[in-house]
């Protein structure tokens, strides 16, 4: 886990973290939705609010938590739309770039 408080906290790193959160929400959320049944709290507050308990900070004011939002619910959709792609079982990558050696 990041530590905010270190003086190499970076943007990537921060979204990294952030990334990290978002998927151990996903993966917990059916859990968390049978223990505690809230139809008022979406995904986006939950992963939102455990940004805010992973990463107190000062300047996560209103307009900060607004931008978080708007990003987790653009990741949420971009999720949504890769998952409803169909794949075959022997679809593979477009072609891997490789270096030509020139002898």
Not at 21 to 41: C, F, K, Q, R
Not at 64 to 69: K, V
Not at 87 to 101: I, K, S, T, V, Y
């Amino acid at each position: 886990m990041l530590d905010p408080a270190a003086p190499d906290l970076n943007r990537r790193g921060f979204g990294l973290s952030i990334a990290a959160a978002a998927l151990a929400v996903g993966s917990v959320e059916s859990a968390v939705a049978a223990d505690h049944p809230d139809p008022e709290t979406t995904v986006v507050d939950r992963i939102v609010e455990l940004i805010r308990q992973e990463h107190p900070d000062e300047r996560l004011d209103a307009a900060a938590i607004a931008e978080i939002r708007t990003d987790v619910e653009q990741y949420r959709l971009r999720s949504a739309v890769l998952s409803s792609f169909p794949l075959a079982n022997g679809d593979e990558p477009g072609p891997l770039f490789r270096a030509l050696r020139q002898h």
